[in-house]
């Protein structure tokens, strides 16, 4: 179907789909451009022909694609949709023995073109811990750039360390907050004679205030009274 419709041979195995699509126009191209509709696709063990995912991972070689590169998998499924021509993922998942890889991004069905980035998981192995480098897809169907997106990289990276940094700092700050807290309450209770909790809230200790002089006023007029001591 890929080969027949798209003229996609890259790909070797068997599956099934799901596909609603309408497509009006007086000519080929401007049904193609605005083609709208919604599908999945999901397929068993089988080979993209022309690049190898793992290899490209494994060793950072954008060279590993051409005639003789195989990415062999075990399953991939996505659904899409399809509005004024271009088809748009966002949950392409393969599966495969020496890891996987996710994937989302468009394909302009008119224009012949990809924009597509894959992320391949690399199962860890005794020498190294898994591997994550994006690959990015982009072109016309007949010959797409296929490149590491090491900039892609870099930013999550970047976000990644960002948000440990972040995390971090906010630990910091919560600890010297409870630190401030513990010491005011330590004051309270022992210029009001309370016994504040952490956790306790204003509330709490206004309440507590207010029993302690219920509690002293109630001494005061049982000593009057003659009954206190």
């Known amino acids: 179907m890929l080969r027949d419709v798209a003229g996609f041979e890259r790909l070797e195995g068997t599956g099934a789909g799901r596909?609603?699509?309408l497509g009006v126009g007086n000519d080929?191209?401007?049904?193609?451009?605005g083609l709208s509709g919604e599908g999945e696709l999901r397929l068993g063990a089988g080979v993209v022909r022309g690049i190898d995912l793992?290899?490209?991972?494994r060793n950072r070689d954008p060279g590993a694609q051409g005639t003789g590169a195989r990415t062999v998998y075990d399953s991939v499924s996505a659904r899409f949709v399809i509005a004024d021509g271009v088809l748009a993922n966002e949950d392409?998942?393969?599966a495969a023995g020496w890891g996987g890889a996710t994937g989302a991004g468009r394909v302009d069905l008119g224009g012949q073109s990809l924009d597509y980035r894959m992320i391949p998981a690399i199962s860890p192995t005794a020498d190294i811990g898994a591997i994550r480098v994006p690959v990015m897809i982009r072109g016309p169907w007949s010959g797409p750039s296929i490149r590491l997106d090491l900039e892609y990289l870099a930013q999550q990276e970047l976000a990644a360390e960002r948000a440990r940094l972040e995390a971090e700092a906010q630990a910091r700050i919560d600890a010297e907050v409870d630190r401030l807290e513990a010491e005011a309450r330590a004051r309270a209770n022992e210029a009001l004679g309370t016994q504040l909790q952490q956790g306790d809230t204003v509330q709490?200790?206004?309440d507590a205030l207010e029993q302690r002089l219920r509690n002293e006023a109630e001494q005061q007029?049982?000593?009057?009274?003659?009954r206190g001591n």
Do not use: Y
């Open 19 to 21: 596909l609603r699509f």
């Open 28 to 33: 080929m191209a401007s049904i193609m451009d």
């Open 54 to 57: 793992a290899a490209m991972i």
């Open 92 to 94: 392409l998942t393969l």
């Open 204 to 206: 709490d200790a206004r």
């Open 221 to 226: 007029l049982l000593r009057l009274l003659g």
